[in-house]
């Protein structure tokens, strides 16, 4: 009887596992897609709505050219789903700390990235306490946590939409909009890279270089990446 309840409690997380997962353990691509895409607008939104009320005027993290797109939050919608799949049988103390350190994680890769790839930064909490080279700190490793906690009571309604997305006009829509978000990511990277390039006098090396310069020159990108700044300002 408990070999038997012991192997259907297994299967059921293994039809779990292959139902959610990314294709290697089966959650469906267009899923994944759809959390990161619907994740990179509401945060914003959300982050705009906020910042509203407590500082009295709109302020956001767009990361793309092209939309009202931050990718970190689309990560983050998707580590956060996957993570609440994963940790599904783990306590809420264990999930709390594991989605804390997730979070600060996503926060360190996209800040070093910022810092030494391209010698900006665009959040900082250096005067937060126990904060690590500006990137997180203690009080917002514990708002990734609570908010990954948070998450756990969307995924029943996350799962029943993306059941009723099942029809032919959302997957045009997903593989439209993917091609879309795919080029506007590799064009904002382009659009950075040649930002951080001329605040170090880095001249244009083609054409394509020459028509970034020109279109989305420093004033274009500053207004559009408004909480973006050279590293050397934070030091």
């Known amino acids: 009887m408990k070999k038997a309840l012991n192997n259907g409690r297994e299967e059921?997380?293994?039809?779990?596992?292959?139902?959610?997962?990314?294709?290697?353990y089966g959650i469906a691509r267009p899923e994944l897609f759809w959390l990161f895409f619907f994740g990179s607008l509401l945060g914003v939104l959300m982050e705009g709505i906020y910042c509203k009320f407590v500082h009295g005027a709109w302020e956001t993290h767009v990361v793309s050219i092209w939309g009202p797109f931050?990718?970190?939050?689309?990560?983050?919608a998707v580590a956060f789903y996957v993570g609440n799949v994963v940790w599904e049988d783990k306590k809420k103390w264990q999930k709390f700390l594991l989605f804390g350190f997730l979070g600060s994680g996503l926060e360190v890769i996209c800040g070093a990235?910022?810092?030494?790839?391209?010698?900006?930064?665009?959040?900082?909490?250096s005067e937060q306490f126990m904060n690590?080279?500006?990137?997180?700190?203690?009080?917002m490793t514990a708002a990734w946590g609570a908010i990954g906690l948070l998450f756990s009571f969307a995924i029943p309604r996350i799962d029943a939409t993306y059941e009723l997305m099942q029809t032919h006009a959302w997957h045009m829509a997903y593989v439209i909009l993917a091609i879309f978000l795919t080029i506007d990511l590799a064009f904002t990277g382009l659009c950075l890279v040649r930002w951080a390039g001329r605040k170090y006098d880095i001249p244009a090396a083609n054409r394509i270089e020459q028509f970034i310069d020109e279109r989305y020159d420093d004033d274009f990108m500053q207004n559009r990446f408004i909480e973006w700044h050279p590293i050397e300002w934070k030091r």
């Open 132 to 139: 690590f080279r500006g990137y997180v700190s203690l009080s």
């Open 12 to 24: 059921h997380r293994i039809r779990l596992l292959s139902t959610r997962f990314n294709e290697k």
């Open 113 to 125: 990235i910022l810092e030494f790839g391209l010698g900006m930064y665009a959040w900082d909490y």
């Open 70 to 76: 931050c990718i970190l939050y689309g990560i983050g």
